[in-house]
């Protein structure tokens, strides 16, 4: 497996795997902090294509004034090794000058979207995610690009960029991947103490309640939003930050839920914020 450093090695890499070697190209953009949730996009972009990169950059745009980059969790050694072992064949690993060069004054912004559930309370986050992603996707010049599901607010952000902008990646939306007990496997999940790690069931129990509630043929958005939010409440160290149903498309509110559907919720868990969700039906 390769390291590249610099957008140009990853392009020039890329073009000849595809041009000279004829095969295809899937990218994984992630954050670093690597886990089994990130081995499984991996594995899957193996499976679907000829050659994996996988990006590990912890995208400073994306954080607004009083988050946690600078703490964000880094394990740049360890998370290589399991790029390998899962499959990557390249891992790029630009420093911020490289994607943002001095004096960048370009950025992609999805109007309306990026400012609907996690960009609610982080109005800058989608800017940063559509920007780097793009810039990514421009460098790498990928046919597929893997993203989770439990990002799935980020997720429409990007389908909507990549449709608007006519890029030629095609976005694979992969399931989230859980712990035994249902916790939705995150990076910040290290930052939990063992209790908030109990308290932080209550997201993966709300979602569940969602989906069978949804099974027992309830429709009407209250009635889910009411029953996540009795089970957050019952929990001391949750804080809520959206409980939300919506259409995945647009990720407006949608007053009756339908097969697709997106429910999703975040949440404080002491002073770490966590998101889950489901697809209904």
């Not at 712990?179 to 995150?186: I, K, R, T």
């Amino acid at each position: 497996m390769e390291i590249l450093r610099t957008v140009a090695e990853l392009r020039e890499w890329s073009r000849w795997e595809r041009n000279d070697g004829g095969n295809t190209i899937g990218l994984v953009p992630t954050m670093g902090a690597l886990h089994a949730g990130h081995a499984s996009l991996i594995r899957a972009a193996k499976a679907s294509v000829g050659f994996v990169a996988v990006s590990i950059f912890v995208n400073p745009t994306q954080f607004g004034p009083n988050e946690d980059f600078a703490c964000y969790p880094r394990s740049f050694d360890a998370d290589c090794a399991l790029a390998e072992a899962a499959g990557a064949d390249v891992v790029f690993a630009p420093s911020v000058a490289e994607l943002y060069p001095a004096g960048a004054a370009t950025f992609v912004e999805v109007d309306g979207l990026s400012h609907r559930l996690d960009g609610q309370s982080r109005p800058e986050h989608f800017r940063g995610v559509a920007t780097v992603v793009a810039k990514l996707m421009i460098a790498a010049e990928p046919d597929l690009a893997f993203f989770g599901q439990k990002d799935a607010a980020q997720v429409a952000v990007l389908r909507r960029m990549v449709a608007d902008l006519r890029l030629a990646t095609e976005i694979v939306v992969c399931p989230i991947v859980r712990e035994a007990d249902g916790l939705a496997l995150s990076s910040r999940n290290v930052y939990l103490s063992a209790e908030e790690r109990v308290q932080a069931l209550t997201l993966s129990r709300a979602v569940r309640e969602a989906e069978a509630l949804f099974a027992s043929g309830k429709r009407r958005a209250d009635e889910f939003v009411e029953a996540a939010r009795e089970t957050l409440a019952s929990a001391q160290e949750i804080r809520e930050d959206y409980i939300a149903l919506v259409d995945w498309g647009t990720l407006e509110p949608v007053e009756i839920a339908a097969p697709g559907s997106l429910f999703a919720v975040a949440a404080w868990v002491g002073a770490t914020r966590l998101i889950d969700n489901a697809i209904l039906g």
